[in-house]
């Protein structure tokens, strides 16, 4: 399969199915304020049905050890996602993976971790990141690229970068916090389309 890709925000059901029919490799649940924001255990019902299909991803930003101990206790994530440097304060079961965060604008860490997203300077807002110093993350580390991805731009955003993976949300959505079926399959078909051009 080629490239990773993650769509995150989800609140619904029929987004999650969507998700799934889609084909795409993770769903990410927002537990940071937003129009995305669920409770642990509307997540963990959530993901029911993509448990062992989909990688199933805890968004958080400056989360309270409290708070990450609730998600992991309520929700199970595979994959905890916050700012790079917040991982540092918080202990996390062993099982769970991390994807840390880096932003558009924030100094570059000395030792990229093995795995990065990076996206605008905000979440959830639709601001493009800077796919040059994207490009550059990517010839260090598995990065993820996130921020105002769209199926509009996402294959343009692939050849640019050559990133591991690209995630979108706010771009996919009919209404703040309801994903659209038909924009989730254009998204990914896009996205697949374009990792299949770059990896051939």
Known sequence: MNGWIKICGMT???GVAAAVAAGVDAIGFVFAPSPRRVTAERA????LPARQRLTCVAVTQHP???QVDEIVREFHPDLMQTDLGD???LHLPQRVARLPVL?????LPADCPPRLLYEGARSGSGELG???RGAALARRTRLVLAGGLSAANVAAAIRAVRPFGVDASSSLESRPGYK???KIMEFVQAARAAFSEIEA
């Open 87 to 89: 991982f540092a304060a």
């Open 44 to 47: 963990a019902e959530l993901a």
């Open 103 to 107: 932003r558009a604008g924030a100094a």
């Open 180 to 182: 659209d079926a038909a």
């Open 64 to 66: 309270a050890q409290a």
């Open 130 to 132: 800077d796919w040059q």
């Open 12 to 14: 619904t059901a029929e």
